[in-house]
């Protein structure tokens, strides 16, 4: 089993990463944490996704040499996959942080629990 993991290190790692930002996702209360969490699961899944594409041996598919046999090539669509993840990712952590910086303006915590408990209280008021 360990030489599996050995062979396989890249991909072990990467769902390692993927747990950790899981756990963060479901056992912290904290709102930062929880950003930070998902960008740890994030990063564990690019991770996974570039170890994929990658195959030992073959070059990028830049036919520079007029060779087009596909086989010496490795696959350009998980590199894509992977960079477009990037951006969205780094979309979607901006917009959790203002969101992150507009709750604490409004309640003064980022503790989920608080947040939701005074947001209830305010709700049973009107």
Known sequence: MIEAL???????????????????????RNLIRKIIGMNIMDTGCFLFLASMGYIAGRKAPIIA???ADASRYINPVP??????GIVVSVSVTAVMLSLSVRL????????LDEIYQMARDHQEDR
């Open 104 to 111: 604490y303006r409004r309640y003064h915590t980022l503790n």
């Open 79 to 84: 590199a894509g996959l992977v960079l477009t």
């Open 65 to 67: 040499d007029g060779a």
């Open 6 to 28: 050995l062979a396989n290190y890249e991909e072990a790692v990467a769902v390692v990463l993927f747990v950790i930002g899981l756990s963060m996702l479901l056992f912290q």
